[in-house]
Nanobody
Framework: QTQLVESGGGSVQAGGSLRLSCTAS????????TAWFRQAPGKNREGISCIVSGGTIHYAESVTGRFTISRDTNKNTVYLQMNNLTPDDTAVYYC??????????????????WGQGTQVTVYP
């Protein structure tokens, strides 16, 4: 049985940083793609970034240059380093995983497994 658990959310002032973690269980390390999404109140879910085992990474325009995704295969964990946060980044952040992506990943595509989410709040 697969499971994803996010951690690292919290509250921070604008301009600050947070690092989110997503630890997977039930997945063979290196054989799945992972993505980060977020959903703010009253808004649609937004794909932020994804990474595949071969290292290909994609970012949404809204976070390019501020957010960095990385993975530690030994720990089966994917990180999202978020810098220069703004109040517009306030949302519940979710990680997702899928076995179908090979050399690349698609934020608008299907993602099978989801974590429970972690709240990120950025104050002005």
């Amino acid at each position: 049985q697969t499971q994803l658990v996010e951690s690292g959310g919290g509250s921070v002032q604008a301009g600050g940083s947070l690092r989110l973690s997503c630890t997977a269980s039930g997945y063979t390390p290196g054989f799945y793609a992972t993505a980060w999404f977020r959903q703010a109140p009253g808004k649609n879910r937004e794909g932020i970034s994804c990474i595949v085992s071969g290292g290909t990474i994609h970012y949404a325009e809204s976070v390019t240059g501020r957010f960095t995704i990385s993975r530690d295969t030994n720990k089966n964990t994917v990180y999202l380093q978020m810098n220069n946060l703004t109040p517009d980044d306030t949302a519940v952040y979710y990680c997702a995983a899928d076995l179908r992506y090979g050399n690349t990943c698609l934020l608008s595509g299907p993602w099978d497994d989801w974590g429970q989410g972690t709240q990120v709040t950025v104050y002005p």
